[in-house]
């Protein structure tokens, strides 16, 4: 079992729908989990960044997190051509201080 | 955040040859990090890059491949010693502070023929 899973996708929403982006991991001990967005050819880019249960909000981001079922996730709101990219998940546990991530899921916004 | 910048930007070499890749921050930072990412793969952890003290590498890589170096909180180094092919991938130095996020610089693409 991989200890960060996404579904690689790729994930095709209309343009102003809303996208859903998941993730689960396998460390019950990860305390930190982050969103990461990555343009194809740049590096990858913090958007959004969690560590209690429930939601956080960001403009059209909302990050999701429920460490009972080991699950986290991303919503964009109102997508647009521009958020095009892969997004990747990562989590952190404190013990280690090292950041896992997942494969990423590819995002395509068609107009 | 703070700016991170690395050098080269990219580069192609010849087989059997090394490459080092700067990664400089405009501010100090506890923690400083090197990845790789091969073609359509996602990132893997080289070594954490201690200041003072000799990296602590992953498992799969080793000091003589990726010889690591951090002389203080705003800089390091990471060379990719006799290079083959496989070693072709975006190399990329992410910092942050104790526990908390962590940024990545812009990454240094490296073909190996």
């Known amino acids: 079992q991989k200890e960060v899973e996404q579904n690689s996708g790729p994930l095709s929403v209309p343009e102003g729908a809303i996208a859903s982006l998941n993730c689960t991991y396998s460390d019950r001990g990860s305390q930190s989990f982050f969103w990461y967005r990555q343009y194809s050819g740049k590096s990858p880019e913090l958007i959004m960044s969690i560590y209690s249960n429930g939601d956080k909000e960001d403009g059209r981001f909302t990050a999701q997190l429920n460490k009972a079922s080991q699950y986290v996730s991303l919503l964009i709101r109102d997508s647009q051509p521009s958020d095009s990219a892969t997004y990747l998940c990562a989590v952190k546990n404190y013990n280690t201080d090292k950041l896992i991530f997942g494969t990423g899921t590819r995002l395509q916004v068609f107009p | 955040s703070a700016v991170i910048s690395q050098k080269p930007s990219r580069d192609i070499c010849q087989r059997g040859t090394s490459l080092t890749i700067q990664c400089q921050v405009d501010?100090?930072?506890?923690?400083m990090f090197w990845y790789r990412q091969q073609p359509g793969q996602s990132l893997t952890l080289i070594a954490t890059?201690?200041?003072?003290?000799?990296?602590?590498?992953e498992s799969g890589f080793v000091i003589d491949k990726f010889p690591i170096s951090r002389p203080n909180l705003t800089f390091s180094t990471l060379t990719v010693s006799n290079m083959s092919p496989e070693d072709s991938s975006i190399y990329l130095c992410?910092?942050?502070?104790?526990?908390?996020?962590?940024?990545f610089g812009p990454g240094t693409r490296l073909t190996v023929l």
């Open positions: 501010s100090q930072v506890t923690m």
């Open positions: 890059a201690n200041q003072g003290s000799e990296a602590t590498y």
């Open positions: 992410s910092v942050g502070q104790l526990y908390n996020e962590q940024f």
